[in-house]
T-cell receptor, first 113, second 113 residues
Framework: SQQGEEDPQALSIQEGENATMNCSYK?????LQWYRQNSGRGLVHLIL?????REKHSGRLRVTLDTSKKSSSLLITASRAADTASYFC?????????????FGGGTRLMVKP | DAGVTQSPTHLIKTRGQQVTLRCSPI?????VSWYQQVLGQGPQFIFQ???????GRGNFPDRFSARQFPNYSSELNVNALLLGDSALYLC????????????FGSGTRLTVV
């Protein structure tokens, strides 16, 4: 079963605009991660935010986490055509070996040049 | 350094057959996880291995099995293939400490006919 649910499922914007994707989850978490996937290939880790953090930045990416609402958002500023991809949130449950990730269904982002 | 490598990249099998997928983690990574991604959906957790021991198992039938070798490479085996097993199978490795996400391979595309 999928823990996270992304919203919207698909998003189409013009180059230069900002893109915002939202993720909701159901159970308590250790951390929440965002990944990017191009055309059904491997996933690329973008950013991880711990459960005791509220906001994190990495380049043009900004992630927020609201544990009281069990939700997170990913903002991509000044989007580029190369940002076209599917974006997934994944909640992490830790054990001694690391995190087991539960992914949402993803947001398919298209950035038009 | 090489990333996570998976083989083969593509595979076509017939219903009822057995398949073995292979994964080599990044050098020094002792934790390997397997995920199944059906077209149009997010990845689903299958197995996690650390130091050659199974540390986590997702909601998959016993037809799915895996193992990890002393060099930390891993194999995923699926017996009695069904059409519904057609998917992208992703392997991921990670240093089991907080703060870092997983590094995924490019996956094996399995088609069952």
């Amino acid at each position: 079963s999928q823990q996270g649910e992304e919203d919207p499922q698909a998003l189409s914007i013009q180059e230069g605009e900002n893109a915002t994707m939202n993720c909701s989850y159901k159970t308590s978490i250790n951390n929440l991660q965002w990944y990017r996937q191009n055309s059904g290939r491997g996933l690329v880790h973008l950013i991880l935010i711990r459960s005791n953090e509220r906001e994190k930045h990495s380049g043009r990416l900004r992630v927020t986490l609201d544990t009281s609402k069990k939700s997170s958002s990913l903002l991509i500023t000044a989007s580029r055509a190369a940002d076209t991809a599917s974006y997934f949130c994944a909640t992490g449950r830790s054990n001694n070996a690391g995190n087991m990730l539960t992914f949402g269904g993803g947001t398919r982002l298209m950035v038009k040049p | 350094d090489a990333g996570v490598t998976q083989s083969p990249t593509h595979l076509i099998k017939t219903r009822g057959q057995q398949v073995t997928l292979r994964c080599s983690p990044i050098s020094g990574h002792k934790s390997v996880s397997w995920y199944q991604q059906v077209l149009g959906q997010g990845p689903q957790f299958i197995f996690q291995y650390y130091e050659k021991e199974e540390r986590g198992r997702g909601n998959f039938p016993d037809r799915f099995s895996a193992r990890q070798f002393p060099n930390y490479s891993s194999e995923l085996n699926v017996n009695a293939l069904l059409l519904g097993d057609s998917a992208l199978y992703l392997c991921a490795s990670r240093v089991p400490t907080e703060g870092d996400g997983y590094t995924f391979g490019s996956g094996t595309r399995l088609t069952v006919v």
